[in-house]
C-alpha cells in the first residue's frame, strides 16, 4: 500500500510541474518579437535523452543492480515500443495548433479506452466485468465534467461554447489509439520477459527513442535541429522551461514504469486520469470557481469508479489469500495421509517366476491328462496355457516401449 501512494504522490508532483511547463514551452511567446517553440521533435528528443539518462542513475547508483543483458530479440522489443512511443507525441503536439489545452485534457482522460481495446486486439488480454464499468465510470464522468462547464464568455449564455476543430480531435484520437499500442506492448513485454524492470523499460525505451529521433533530426533534408539551436540560442528562457519540462517528465516516468510494472497499464491510466481530474478540481477551487449541478455528479461518478476499483481489488486480494490458506492446510492434511499409507503392509505379489511355475505345471498336467488318452481335454488346456504365455510376452512388451 505505501509503494502505491508514494508512485501516486510522485506522479502528481512531477507531472502536475511537467504539465504546467509543457503548456508554457507549446503556448506562451518569446522574447521581443513573441516567437514559440515549434520544434516537437527536439523536444521530444530532449525528453527522451533526460530519462535515458536518469533511468539508467536510477538502475546503477539507487538500485545498485547492473543494466540488463541485451539480445536481438530484447533490442527488437525495446525498438518497436520506441517507434510508437515517438510517432504518439507528435500527433498530440500537432492537435494544439487546433483545438485548446482544456480539450486536450479532457481527451487525455479518455486514454482507458484505447488501453483496453488494445489490449483485447493485440493481445488477446482479458479483464474482469467490473474494470470496463470503471472504466466508463470514470470516462463519463470526466467527460460530463468538462462537457457541462459554463462558459463566462459574451454571448456564452451559460452554454459550453465549441471552440475546437475537428481535426484536432482526430489527431488526438489518433495520439490516444498509439499510446494504447504503447502501454499495452509494455505489458505484454513484462510478461515475456520477467527479468526486465519498470526502470530498465524507462531507461532503454528512451535510448532507443533517443537513437531514433537523432537520426531522423540529423537527416540533411531536416532544419528542425538547426532551427531549433536558433531558437534556443535567441530565447534562453526557453531552454530553462524546457529543462525543467525535460526533468519533472523524466522523474514523473520513474514512478510511471514502477507503477507499470508493478500494478499493470490499467492502473496506471487510472492514477493519470485522476490526477487530471484533481488538477482541475484544485484549480476551481483555488480560483473561486463554482461548480454546477451536473458537475458535482460528475465529480461523484468519478469517485465512485474509482471507490469500486479499489474495492475489488481489496475483496480480489482477500480471496487470494484465503485459497491460499485452503491450499496450505490440504497439503498438510496430504502429507499426513499419505504418511499413514506408507505404513501399512502391502501384501506381496506374484512375480513372473510364481506365475512361470503355474503354467509350466498345468502342460504337465495337460501331457499326462493326454497320456491316458483324453485328448479333447489336452487341446483345451494346452490351447489356455499357450494363450497365457502369449498375453503374458504382449504386456511384457508394453511395458518395455513405456
Known sequence: MLDFVVCVGGIYVCFLTWSTMQERV???????????????????????????IIGYFYIRVIQQKPMLKMNAHRWKRFFQVAVLNSSASPFGYMALRYINYPTMTLA???????????NKILYRRHYPTYKYAVVAMVTVGVSAFMLFKTSTKAGGGGVAVIENSMYGLVLVLINLTIDGAVNSTQDQIFVEDREITGQHMMCMMNLCSTILMTAWLLNPFNPELASALKFLYTHPRALVDISIFALCGSLGQCFVFYT?????SLTLTTVTVTRKFLTILISVFYNGHKLNDRQWMATGLVFGGITLDVYKK???????????????????????????EEAMPTKPRPGPSMLSAERAAETRAAIERAAKGDMAVAAAATATASGGGGMRRRQMVDVSAT
Request: glycine share 4%; with cysteine.
Open 314 to 340: 481489496q475483496m480480489s486480494k482477500r480471496a487470494v489469500a484465503k485459497s491460499k490458506a485452503v491450499d496450505n492446510s490440504e497439503s498438510k492434511v496430504d502429507l499426513s495421509d499419505s504418511g499413514k
Open 108 to 118: 487525455k482522460t479518455c486514454k482507458m479506452v484505447p488501453v483496453l481495446v488494445m
Open 260 to 264: 507499470l510494472a508493478s500494478f499493470g
Open 26 to 52: 507549446t503556448s506562451v511567446t518569446y522574447g521581443e518579437d513573441h516567437q514559440r517553440f515549434r520544434f516537437t521533435i527536439v523536444l521530444n528528443l530532449i525528453q527522451a535523452a533526460f530519462a535515458a
